[in-house]
């Protein structure tokens, strides 16, 4: 008996040993001896966690929730395993209008229609409980990259699992040819007749990237992950996500963002007959601190809000998001409103407020007339647009920025429209112009040249994908806004992502919901913890620098010599 007790004493000698027990125990004691805590467990307990394993991720779950306009949402739960024990850490929520906006754009056979919200919420949460959770499960927490690069490597198998399956559906049943429909049409020669060019041939819709009903599971997980890890940690969202993905722990300089809020919410669904505007927002001048910023730009809503009301027996109406939603046919009523409210605020356009238009351009174009519908009954073309839109700015020099002007099809006309306007104002692509986010790389972005690019959570963009895109626009020296969910679940994570990510504009929706009002007040709050963490803060500058883009040289003729491949110029101006 005592050979055996004496063999486990031994035993246990060796393993406190091998995992240096005593002389920890040894240096805690005596620390605390000089340093005379008043709470001596609690110093204990803060030493040995110093120790502890970096937790690991035990389970992901997905729920239904609803969001700010009571459609379906997701909830996301994560548990990790921290000191031996499963622990539940962080829940996100996120809602399902982006992976929407992107079903409705994708092609589909005769006997097939696009998922409802209910449907893809369903399946969002079966991907997550299914497939991600034992996919993720055992990677350590603390590992962002590594975890969204598991989460896009799953959904990169799925994807092209069902693209070969319905390869080889469409080999087994090919489609039965068109009969023809006898003399074929004369393809026009591009000669003048009667002294008149005949018109461009307009460019067909490209249909949207097939996605995975459900992907919005993918940027649930990633976000939840972040903020998992920074409960852990106890650290804000925003450093975590800045550290983890910079590897500039303890010398970071972190950038506010300016802040942007809707004012007006218009579009082709909206009430009115003008569908061009889909949002006009005012930006703040950058530099201010966040708190007046803020002030300045709830002000001018406030303003909007009440030359609206004087002049309607009806009261004001708003927008799901919460943007004014007045009746207009014209481009310059709104914007005319949004100016004159600046002013009664107390501020100067284009100096102290600026205003931005989110344009909806690709809903308003109709394809039976191959033009765009800027209001009821008025149509103009690509071109005509182009034109239109310089008039505006010409005519409104306080406007900076116009966001997905026009559809991803006119290709001639986009370096047409930052030729002519780009000197004075933000020409800025999101999705809809330059595709997936989650794929966007320089190739796409010097093939497209802009000013900037909008980025937004949800879909199958994870918190990397948008670390990455942000890292490449800034190395072109051009600009990244974050644009607010169309509808949301009520999550001030949004906040810590834009600035964690060090983007240069975020915008919070209008100061009239719960949702969007808790963003605002978490900006304020953020920088308060930077003062208060004594963290280096890199702020915009007090002007806008603006990239001016040129258009490529034309290639030159078989006679000349080959093609001239270089970018477009790109200068600076500022305003």
Known sequence: MAESYNELKKLAAEYYMKN????????????????????????????????????????????????????PAVKCSLLAIVKNKDKFLASSYLALDNEMLQVQGQVYQDNESPPTVEEIADKTCVNINAEIA???????????????????????????????????????????????????????????????APEKPIPPKEPAAPRLKGCSSISATSLVTLKASSVFLAQPPFLHLHRSMSGCEGKEEIRLPTPVISIITGGKSSPGKLNIFKNIFAISRPGLPVNESIGNLVKVYQAVE???????????????????????????????????????????????????????????????????????????????????????????????MLIDPIRKEDKEQWPKLCDVISEKCFVIGGSSIYGPLHSLNQNQLCARRSSGVAIATGSRVTCSDLYRI????????????????????????????????????????????????????????????????????????KSFNFPLIKPPPAPLSDEEGDVILNPPDQKTKKK
Not at 22 to 45: K, Q, V
Not at 156 to 168: I, K
Request: charged letters at 25%.
């Open 20 to 71: 240096h027990v005593p002389e920890r125990i040894e240096e805690i004691l005596n620390n605390m001896f000089f340093e005379n805590p008043r709470d001596i467990y609690g110093r204990l307990s803060e030493f040995f966690e110093n120790y502890a394993l970096s937790p690991v991720l035990s389970d992901v779950h997905g729920s239904v929730v609803y969001s700010a306009n009571g459609t």
């Open 470 to 541: 942000v890292q490449d626009v800034r190395a072109n020296g051009d600009v990244t806004i974050l644009l607010s969910p169309p509808a949301d679940a009520s999550d001030d994570i949004y906040t810590d992502v834009g600035v964690g990510l060090g983007v240069d504009f975020v915008s919070f929706g209008a100061p009239s919901r719960g949702e969007n009002v808790d963003r605002l007040n978490r900006f304020v709050e953020i920088e308060e913890i930077l003062k208060q963490r004594d963290v280096m803060t890199v702020s915009p500058q």
């Open 134 to 196: 034992p996919k993720i499960k055992g990677i350590p927490l603390l590992n962002q990259a590594e975890i969204d690069k598991a989460l896009s490597d799953w959904m990169n198998e799925m994807e092209n699992a069902v693209s070969s399956s319905t390869d080889v559906s469409e080999n087994n049943n090919p489609r039965t040819p068109t009969p023809s429909s006898g003399k074929k049409k004369k393809v026009p020669s591009g000669k003048v007749k009667g002294g008149k």
């Open 306 to 400: 009440r030359s609206l009301a004087a002049k309607s027996s009806v009261g004001v109406v708003t927008a799901p998001g919460g943007g004014l939603q007045p009746v207009y046919d014209k481009p310059e009523q709104p914007l005319d409103v949004v100016l004159e409210a600046i002013q009664t605020a107390g501020f100067t356009p284009g100096q102290d407020i600026y205003v931005g238009i989110e344009t909806d351009a690709t809903n308003a174009f109709d394809y039976d007339k191959g033009k765009y519908e800027i209001s009821n009954s008025l149509f103009k073309s690509a071109d005509e647009l182009v034109e239109l839109y310089r008039d505006l700015l010409a005519r409104y020099p306080a406007v900076i």
